[in-house]
């Protein structure tokens, strides 16, 4: 069975640094074709896909988000790790940890999602 | 950026069918998914690869995708449908992933 977790600050101040962990059991990061991606989700709003990291470390990241985002994994902990600076009320949001196989072109099992807020 | 454009609302009385729309340009050269949003919960994948079904997704959910416009139908509507529903594309050559606006099912 497979399942995900994400973990992180609810309440972050403007300008700081925003870092998320998504915990996973039943299946590894090692695995060929296997990817774990960051989707939010504001208030009332549409899904935002944010970055992507697969199982060889390489990385994809929203182009509008890319001089923020940072991803990385400890394969060790079965853990994906999410950083965005310089966060701003519009980050304010639900954030989602998703996994993929095949190239992770879509995301087949969810994490319930932590919502951040943004604010001084 | 690449943009998907998905109608707000659509609503459907029980029994009928319910097409939700997903626009973008040469869509039909991408993969397109799409998953079911209930309130406060998280998103379920109910179709990917345009038009397979994961396991214990009933087959009333199917999609298509040619064009300019992916489609997600849902034949024999059921009030336990009624959700917001996103679709998705994977770009192999951007490898890149964008979500619709998503469309709020309403059922009548």
């Known amino acids: 069975q497979i399942t995900l977790k994400e973990s992180g600050p609810t309440l972050v101040k403007p300008t700081q640094t925003l870092t998320l962990t998504c915990s996973f059991s039943?299946?590894?990061?090692?695995?060929?074709?296997?990817?774990v991606g960051w989707i939010r989700q504001s208030p009332g709003k549409a899904l935002e896909w944010l970055a992507l990291?697969?199982?060889?470390?390489?990385?994809r990241y929203s182009p509008s988000l890319r001089n923020r985002l940072t991803i990385t994994k400890d394969t060790s902990k079965n853990q994906v790790v999410l950083t965005l600076t310089n966060v701003d009320p519009v980050d304010t949001a639900t954030y989602y940890c998703?996994?993929?196989?095949?190239?992770?072109?879509?995301?087949?099992?969810w994490g319930q999602g932590t919502l951040v807020t943004v604010s001084s | 950026s690449y943009v998907l454009t998905q109608p707000p609302s659509v609503s459907v009385a029980p029994g009928q069918t319910a097409r939700i729309s997903c626009g973008g340009d040469n869509i039909g050269s991408k993969i397109a998914q799409w998953y079911q949003q209930k309130p406060g919960q998280a998103p379920v994948l109910v179709v990917y690869?345009?038009?397979d079904r994961p396991s214990g997704i009933p087959e009333r959910f199917s999609g298509s995708n040619s064009g300019n416009t992916a489609t997600l139908i849902i034949s024999r509507v059921e009030a336990g449908d009624e959700a917001d529903y996103y679709c998705q594309v994977w770009d192999s050559i951007s490898d890149l992933r964008v979500f619709g606006g998503g469309t709020k099912l309403t059922v009548l």
């Open positions: 990291l697969y199982w060889n470390d390489d990385k």
């Open positions: 998703a996994q993929g196989n095949l190239s992770a072109r879509y995301f087949h099992y």
């Open positions: 690869d345009d038009s």
């Open positions: 039943g299946f590894s990061l090692r695995t060929t074709g296997v990817g």
